[in-house]
């Protein structure tokens, strides 16, 4: 979805998959890159996500892409083997630019409620969050732990997600988020 938006402002973008241990992972990315009308560049199941994406970050360098979002594997912040293999892939892309990720994107699920805390603290730690996305807001979860977020670590909030389809991702609109979280019409 946010290919999607990217591609729409003029962007060039290419997407790494590297959730490279589920297959169902890879071909759910494949059928939004090709709605977005995006690359996906992909391996073999069972390929070290961070060689994925060092190779990805490569070639989108080489062909002058504009933006490579390389999306990872959902994982659990008690995980500490799926942590290491995001800190993995952190310390690979500065291989090649020391400087990389130059933005680290954390998606949140609207349902996890207060456990998202934790998860921005841990994840912060390992690949430099850099802003978030709250997704599910179209469901009976409010993200009301938007605001303790935005309060305790500072960190934008970029987008929301209000349902499946490719422009469900809206724009994060402060005044907005406000008004529906405590039912006030403005």
Do not use: C
């Amino acid at each position: 979805k946010l290919a999607a938006q990217f591609r729409a402002a003029g962007k060039s973008v290419m997407i790494a998959a590297g959730d490279t241990f589920r297959a169902a992972a890879v071909e759910q990315l494949q059928v939004w890159g090709e709605r977005a009308g995006v690359p996906v560049l992909t391996a073999p199941e069972g390929t070290d996500p961070a060689s994925l994406a060092f190779d990805a970050f490569r070639k989108a360098r080489e062909e002058g892409v504009d933006l490579l979002l390389v999306d990872t594997a959902g994982r659990l912040q008690n995980r500490k083997d799926l942590m290491e293999e995001l800190a993995k892939i952190v310390r690979v892309l500065r291989k090649i630019d020391e400087k990389a990720p130059h933005n680290t994107i954390l998606v949140l699920d609207a349902t996890t409620g207060q456990n998202a805390i934790s998860q921005v603290e841990i994840f912060r730690k390992i690949a430099d969050v850099t802003g978030l996305v709250m997704t599910k807001l179209d469901g009976t979860a409010r993200g009301g732990v938007l605001v303790a977020l935005a309060d305790r670590f500072g960190l934008p909030i970029h987008a929301i997600g209000v349902g499946e389809q490719i422009d469900d991702l809206q724009p994060f609109d402060p005044e907005e988020f406000a008004r529906a979280l405590t039912g006030i019409d403005a």
